[in-house]
C-alpha cells in the first residue's frame, strides 16, 4: 500500500525528513550538509510556485496568532530589526543505525544521548518585527478574516500535522520523490534573484550568540515580534532593516512552560537560558525555509500595466500631477517638485554623497495652513506610498524621544528608534510645530542625526562602546514657516496655494495606477548621451558664470531633477526637452525668493 505525500503546509517536518532520507540514501554525508540544502528548499520552492499553493500558507502576525498551529508552514513579511549571530545546533545524530535530523526544528524529537556521530551545524538568528509604517493598503494581513470556516480548515489540516511524522509508515518515502526533482520554476526564481540559492555561501565569524539573548518585550507597547532562524543563507545575504517574505516552520508553546529531557545533550545550559530569556509562548519562532527580499514593487496588489511604456506613463503622470496640484492649493510649480520628491532615491553614493536624493522643505506654511495642506498631504502620502511616517519637530519631541537605534546590552537587544526605517521609506517632518525653547544633550543629538539623515542619508547606531554609521534611503518632506535651520533640504520651495485644499477622495483604479507609476519609473535605468552632456556641461559653466554663489550642490541638483523628470516621462535617457524644464522649474522656485 502507498501512502499520501506529505503535506508541505500542515507537516512541512515530514517533508524535510523525507528529502533527507532520501539524500542518505544516495550516499551524501551529513558532514556535507551544514549551511548547504539536501533538496528540502527546492522541494518548497517548487510548492510555492505555484500562487495557489501559496495563498494557502497562512500568515503569522499578532492577529492570527490565535489559531495558527504550531509546525506547520507560515509566512511572515517583516523587517530584520536586529541581528543575533548564530547559534550550534544538533543538526544531524545517528538513532541506532538511522540517520535523523533536527533542521528547522527547536528541540530533539528523539533522544541524542551521547553518541559520536553528531553533527553540530550553525543557524542564524534574526529579530524582526512588523514592516515600520506600512500603510492598511500594502499590508496583506489587513485583509485576513479569522472566521469559523479558516479555523476549522486549519484545525482539520492539523490533524494530520499532529501525527508524529516519525511514525508515518515507511511506504511514504516512496510516493514523492518525483516532488523532490528540482522544478524549472524553482530555477527561474533563483537564477532572477528572487530567492537565495543554497548553493552560495561565505566564511563568517562564528558567534554564539543564545548564551545572553533576550528578546521579551520590554512592555506590552512593543509590536509583535518574531525570532526568525535561518539556515544555508550566507550573511552577507542579509542586512539589518532589510524586509523580508519568510516561509518556515513555526514553532510556538501556549503553555508558560519549559520542559528538558534529562538525557537530551541538546538540553543544555546555553539552551536553557536561551528557553529562560525566549519563552515560547510569548516570542515565537519561525525556521526559514524560503527567504524572499521585497522591494516597494512587492507590496502592489495589482499592476495596471506591464511595462513601463511611455505614452501609458506620461497619461498616468498628467493625472497624478492634477491630483497633487489639488491637494496642494492649485501651486502647479510645488506639484512639479512634488513629483520629482516622490520619484527621488538613492542610486549611488560617492564619498558622503548620496546620489538621487532630493527632499523637499516646503515653507511659508504656519499652523493653520499646516493643519488643512499637511493633512492633505499626509493622506496622500499614506494612499501613495507602501511605507510612510510623520513625525512633529518641537522642542519636547527631539529632547525626549531615542531617534536613533540603541543597544541594550542587558537584554542583548537593538532598541529601535524612530529613524530604523526601511528602504524607500517617506518621512513627512511638521517644524510648525516648533517654539523657541532649549534642547538638551538628547535633543541636540537628535537634531544632528536628522541632519545626517538628510544630507548624507545615513543614521547612527549607537553600539554605547562605539558608533556605527548605517546607510538609509528615506524620502524626506519638510514642512515649515521659514527655511529649516534643522534639516537643511536640497529643495527650499516657497508654498504660494491659491485655493483650499481639496479633499477629493480618489478612485481606486487611479491609486493603482500612480502606485504602479511611483514604484516603477524610478528604479528606471538612465544615461546621457555625448551630445547631450556637452549642451549640460555648456548650461552650467554659463550658470557658474552669471552667479558665482552656485556651487556643486547646486549643480548636482539640477542634474538630479533632470534625470527624475527624464523618469517621471518613463523615459531613460535625458533629452533638451526634459532638461529645459528642469532649468525653468529651477528659475520659478528662485523667482519666488525674490
Not at 100 to 114: A, S
Request: with cysteine; proline share 5%.
Amino acid at each position: 500500500m502507498v501512502g499520501l505525500p506529505y503535506d508541505c503546509l500542515a507537516n512541512p517536518l515530514g517533508a524535510v525528513r523525507l528529502t533527507f532520507e532520501k539524500a542518505i540514501g544516495s550516499g551524501s554525508d551529513p558532514s556535507s550538509f551544514d549551511g548547504k540544502d539536501w533538496g528540502a528548499a527546492d522541494l518548497f520552492r517548487h510548492f510555492l510556485s505555484d500562487q495557489s499553493n501559496l495563498s494557502q500558507v497562512p500568515i503569522l502576525s499578532s492577529a492570527t496568532m490565535g489559531w495558527l498551529k504550531p509546525n506547520t508552514l507560515v509566512r511572515f513579511k517583516g523587517m530584520i530589526q536586529d541581528m543575533l549571530g548564530n547559534e550550534f545546533y544538533v543538526g544531524a545524530y545517528k538513532d541506532g543505525s538511522v540517520w535523523r535530523t533536527n533542521k528547522f526544528m527547536d528541540v530533539c524529537q528523539f533522544p541524542v544521548g551521547t553518541s559520536p556521530d553528531m553533527r553540530i551545524w550553525e543557524r542564524q538568528l534574526l529579530y524582526c518585527v512588523p514592516i515600520p509604517g506600512l500603510n492598511s493598503w500594502a499590508d496583506s494581513t489587513s485583509e485576513i478574516e479569522i472566521d469559523t470556516n479558516m479555523d476549522q480548515t486549519s484545525q482539520q489540516r492539523d490533524k494530520r500535522g499532529r501525527m508524529d511524522f516519525e511514525t508515518v509508515d515507511k511506504n511514504d518515502s516512496h510516493v514523492s520523490c518525483d516532488m523532490l526533482e528540482d522544478s524549472p520554476s524553482a530555477k527561474r526564481m533563483r537564477e532572477d534573484g528572487h530567492l537565495s540559492s543554497p548553493s552560495q555561501s561565505q566564511e563568517y565569524k562564528t558567534e554564539v550568540a543564545y548564551s545572553s539573548t533576550n528578546l521579551v518585550p520590554v512592555s506590552d507597547k512593543d509590536p509583535f515580534s518574531c525570532l526568525v532562524k535561518i539556515y544555508d543563507s550566507p550573511q552577507s545575504e542579509l542586512k539589518l532593516n532589510d524586509i523580508i517574505e519568510f516561509v518556515g516552520v513555526l514553532t510556538f508553546d501556549s503553555e508558560d512552560t519549559v520542559e528538558k529531557k534529562e538525557d537530551d545533550v541538546f538540553s543544555n545550559e546555553n539552551c536553557d537560558e536561551l528557553l529562560v530569556n525566549l519563552p515560547p509562548n510569548k516570542v515565537p519562532r519561525l525556521h526559514c525555509i524560503v527567504i524572499q527580499k521585497l522591494a516597494v514593487h512587492d507590496f502592489l496588489h495589482s499592476s495596471p500595466i506591464v511595462e513601463p511604456k511611455p505614452h501609458l506613463v506620461k497619461e498616468i503622470r498628467e493625472s497624478l500631477l492634477r491630483y497633487l496640484t489639488a491637494i496642494l492649493g492649485n501651486d502647479t510649480a510645488a506639484s512639479q517638485f512634488m513629483l520629482l520628491h516622490l520619484l527621488s532615491r538613492v542610486h549611488a553614493r560617492a564619498d558622503n554623497v548620496a546620489v538621487g536624493k532630493l527632499s523637499l522643505n516646503l515653507m511659508c506654511l504656519n499652523k493653520e495652513s499646516v493643519s488643512v495642506f499637511g493633512t492633505q498631504l499626509s493622506i496622500a502620502m499614506k494612499n501613495l506610498l507602501p511605507f510612510t511616517t510623520c513625525i512633529p519637530l518641537t522642542v519636547e519631541y527631539l529632547n525626549r524621544n531615542s531617534l536613533a537605534p540603541k543597544k541594550d546590552y542587558e537584554t542583548n537587544r537593538l532598541i529601535s528608534g524612530a529613524l530604523q526605517l526601511p528602504e524607500g521609506s517617506h518621512m513627512i517632518v511638521d517644524e510648525t510645530q516648533l517654539e523657541s525653547g532649549n534642547l538638551n544633550s538628547v535633543g541636540v543629538e537628535n537634531a544632528r542625526l536628522l541632519k545626517d539623515l538628510i544630507t548624507f542619508q545615513k543614521v547612527e547606531y549607537d553600539f554605547t562602546y562605539y558608533k556605527m554609521e548605517m546607510s538609509a534611503d528615506v524620502q524626506l518632506l519638510i514642512l515649515s514657516q521659514g527655511k529649516s535651520n534643522i534639516m537643511p533640504a536640497d529643495i527650499i520651495m516657497p508654498f504660494h496655494p491659491s485655493s483650499a485644499s481639496s479633499s477629493e477622495v480618489a478612485a481606486t483604479e487611479s491609486l493603482e495606477a500612480w502606485r504602479w507609476y511611483l514604484a516603477t519609473v524610478r528604479s528606471l535605468p538612465h544615461s546621457i548621451d555625448s551630445e547631450m552632456q556637452k549642451v549640460v556641461e555648456n548650461d552650467l559653466v554659463a550658470a557658474r558664470q552669471a552667479d558665482r554663489s552656485l556651487g556643486s550642490e547646486e549643480f548636482s541638483r539640477w542634474l538630479t531633477m533632470g534625470r527624475l523628470i527624464c523618469a517621471s516621462f518613463g523615459e531613460t535617457s535625458l533629452t533638451m526637452e526634459h532638461w529645459e524644464l528642469a532649468k525653468e522649474l529651477e528659475r520659478q522656485r528662485r523667482e519666488r525668493f525674490k
